[in-house]
């Protein structure tokens, strides 16, 4: 796709890759070290993606997860994807998000990815 940010990315920017996949940092990064995986072919989404572009986003998701270990030793991780204008997505070629998490980067991470919605599905309280 000619106006798609993500299929032209320039070699400096690309944190890793393999055939299929690239990765880089987000450009609007909701914590240090927060990184996406694409696919190398523009794909909308990740249910239009083959069974080879998934795995070659999994190989890459470990090996970001190995350079994020180096540079920024976080605590945890968060990884997701955003399918359809509902869930999110912005940008409509294929991205995982692989967010670094810290102690103490927000004031109760219980329920991680659940919180998205914390006023449809609640949490249930810590006891």
Known sequence: MDDCVFCHKTATEI??????????????????GHVLVVTKKHVASYFDASSEEIQAIYELIVKVKKILDEKYQPDGYNIGVNVGEAAGQTVFHLHVHVIPRYVGDVKNPRGGVRKIITSIVPYPAEE
Not at 19 to 32: E, I, M, Q, S, T
């Open 15 to 32: 944190l890793c890759e393999n055939k299929l996949a690239k990765a880089f940092y987000d450009g609007f990064p909701v914590n240090r």
